[in-house]
């Protein structure tokens, strides 16, 4: 089992910066995908960016060149980094793992943006 803990989420300004951390533990193994998913109110959950364990990012268009997606594969850690912000970007943000055998979901952390 993998268990996935977000936090950093809150509420700020649009044109503000927030940075999203998420501390994975349990079995991960490692090759494996982290990503960072957001649903807003009566949206479908979406993908906002990901990263594999060597390092290739992507990202919805949404936000590119806004966010960037890290990680620190010894400590399993992924972040995401968020500058720029809009109001659009209100949402519950959602860490993930997927690695051979499961695919996992954090509790979620509320970003906030106001206008």
């Known amino acids: 089992q993998v268990q996935l803990v977000e936090s950093g989420g809150g509420l700020v300004q649009a044109g503000g910066s927030l940075r999203l951390s998420c501390a994975a533990s349990?079995?991960?193994?490692?090759?494996?995908?982290m990503g960072w998913y957001r649903q807003a109110p009566g949206k479908e959950r979406e993908l906002v960016a990901s990263i594999i364990s060597g390092g290739r990012t992507n990202y919805a268009d949404s936000v590119n060149g806004r966010f960037t997606i890290s990680r620190e594969n010894a400590k399993n850690m992924v972040y995401l980094q968020m500058n720029s912000l809009k109001p659009e970007d209100t949402a519950v943000y959602y860490c993930n793992l997927v690695q051979r055998g499961g695919n996992y979901w954090g509790q979620g952390t509320q970003v906030t943006v106001s206008s």
């Open positions: 349990g079995s991960i193994g490692s090759i494996n995908v």
